[in-house]
């Protein structure tokens, strides 16, 4: 049974809100990465229905780290139910094995410092739903911040929204959480859905993973085709997009998305535009004119684009062989792989 690479190299904690792409997401980081927890919160699904999909995720991929259960909704408001994408379930499209294991009992944002302090300027957080339990750590413990070596973000856009026409849904589900989480600080990489929707399975790489066989390559063939759809039926989009992945991809194969920096806040007042991220790549200095206002300093690397081409299949490839012993890419586009 494959395990998680907790044996040695850089710690890695995912917060997020399984979810189709949180998923993939997962069990691509525990191939390549040493993760050593998950934390939960509601987004894609409440946070009862992401915490049991996160304990399956787990027990498909035999990934033994802990879990931790979190924030049920905003910091300032009711959670956001995105069931109209990610099904009744969070995870529709596949039967996930029963959980073999249950929460710990510590909540996620105590965690979140709990890890921090044992693994103190090492450990790496990548989160990919609303950022309310980043946020929540950051509020109990404001040092937080020094021990935490960066955090990888999946949220925002620098192009339309996937909730409102400027707000994509990870931000928009909890604006004051995402704002506390860009002033802390932290060393931070920002991938948005301006580079996430362009990367993800088709209906041609799903049925080739559908056909590949074994017992993860089934799950995911169920669950991408299902995401497929949702996005066709909302967005007219044809594949299944990649999101939560982007926010792992950069530690794994870091040519493959090119970043900028810039300043990024978000919006929390605007009738049209909460929930948007206000990205500034001007770079303008304080040069105290009257008719412009000055860039702030940069407080992330902001993804631009990615290589879509060569990522999925390296994505799709490394998860077969890792978990079900066998191929999806028919030669092999990026060698990435490590002993398990």
């Not at 993939?24 to 915490?51: C, E, P, R």
């Not at 990919?128 to 750590?137: I, M, R």
């Not at 044809?238 to 040519?255: G, R, W």
């Not at 490394?318 to 990435?336: P, S």
């Amino acid at each position: 049974m494959p395990m998680s690479r907790r044996d040695g190299g850089a710690p890695f904690l995912i917060d997020c809100d399984p979810g189709h792409d949180d998923a993939l997401a997962i069990l691509y980081a525990n191939v390549h990465l040493n993760l050593v927890g998950l934390t939960t919160v509601f987004g894609n699904q409440s946070v009862d229905k992401t915490t049991r999909n996160a304990l399956g995720v787990c027990t498909l991929g035999g990934i033994a780290v802990p879990v931790a259960a979190g924030a049920a909704a905003s910091l300032e408001g009711p959670p956001v139910d995105a069931s109209d994408v990610h099904g009744k379930t969070g995870l529709d499209g596949a039967e996930l094995p029963e959980p073999d294991r249950d929460v710990i009992d510590r909540d996620a944002a105590d965690f979140i410092i709990e890890t921090s302090h044992q693994w103190a300027g090492e450990l790496t957080v990548i989160a990919t739903g609303p950022l309310t339990n980043v946020a929540t750590a950051l509020r109990r413990d404001p040092t937080l911040p020094s021990r935490l070596a960066g955090l990888s973000v999946m949220g925002g856009t620098t192009g339309p929204g996937n909730v409102t026409a400027v707000a994509e849904i990870n931000i928009f589900a909890d604006p004051e959480a995402a704002q506390i989480v860009m002033e802390a600080g932290i060393p931070m990489r920002l991938v948005g859905l301006t580079v996430t929707t362009t990367i993800g399975a088709d209906a041609e790489t799903i049925a080739r993973l559908e056909a590949s066989g074994g017992p993860v390559a089934d799950v995911l063939a169920g669950l991408l085709d299902f995401y497929r759809k949702s996005q066709q039926r909302l967005y007219g989009r044809d594949i299944a997009p990649f999101h939560d992945v982007c926010a792992v991809l950069p530690f794994v194969a870091p040519d493959l998305i090119e970043y900028r920096e810039g300043h990024v806040a978000v919006e929390l007042d605007g009738t049209h535009t909460r929930g948007m991220t206000v990205t500034d790549f001007r770079n303008i200095p304080d040069i105290r004119l009257s008719h412009f206002q000055h860039s702030l300093p940069a407080n992330a690397r902001v993804a631009v684009s990615v290589d879509a081409k060569t990522a999925v299949p390296h994505i799709l490839d490394t998860v077969l062989a890792h978990y079900d012993g066998r191929r999806f890419a028919a030669e092999k586009v990026m060698d990435l792989s490590l002993e398990t």
